[in-house]
């Protein structure tokens, strides 16, 4: 029996459940999310703190590249995708934590509710089963 590398999708018939579409979107909104924050940075440059605004910028921008990648790739039912998405939800989880005292409680309850959703989803048996018959798939 042939083995087939980690990275190939399963048949082109295949299409996602849907708690995996739920989640990949989410994970596509959040990387809009970072996209924006990066764009708003670099519009407040200012002289006086270039590097770290560069820095910033660089950072917010890479994070939203890397999380749009994950978002298309478990759209693809790309098995490697699950690992960084679920780490970056639950980073966006302790910073929920952390935002839980600023004026407005919207914040950290949308950052709490699109994490917890999104690793529901990539929890989910249906997620699970399409994306474990990678390993399958001969």
Do not use: K, Y
Request: aromatic share 6%.
């Amino acid at each position: 029996m042939p083995v087939t590398p980690p990275d190939v999708p399963p048949g082109p018939d295949a299409t996602p459940p849907p708690p995996l579409v739920v989640a990949a979107s989410l994970v596509g909104v959040e990387a809009c999310a970072l996209l924006a924050l990066g764009l708003l940075e670099v519009v407040n440059l200012r002289a006086i703190r270039l590097t770290m605004g560069v820095t910033t910028t660089l950072f917010f921008l890479a994070a939203a590249a890397g999380l749009a990648w994950c978002a298309w790739s478990l759209w693809r039912m790309r098995r490697w995708a699950r690992g960084p998405v679920v780490m970056a939800q639950l980073i966006q989880l302790g910073l929920a934590w952390n935002f839980r005292d600023v004026w407005s409680v919207v914040l950290p309850l949308a950052l709490a509710a699109s994490a917890l959703v999104v690793v529901a989803g990539l929890l989910h048996p249906a997620t699970t089963q399409v994306l474990e018959e990678q390993d399958t798939v001969s």
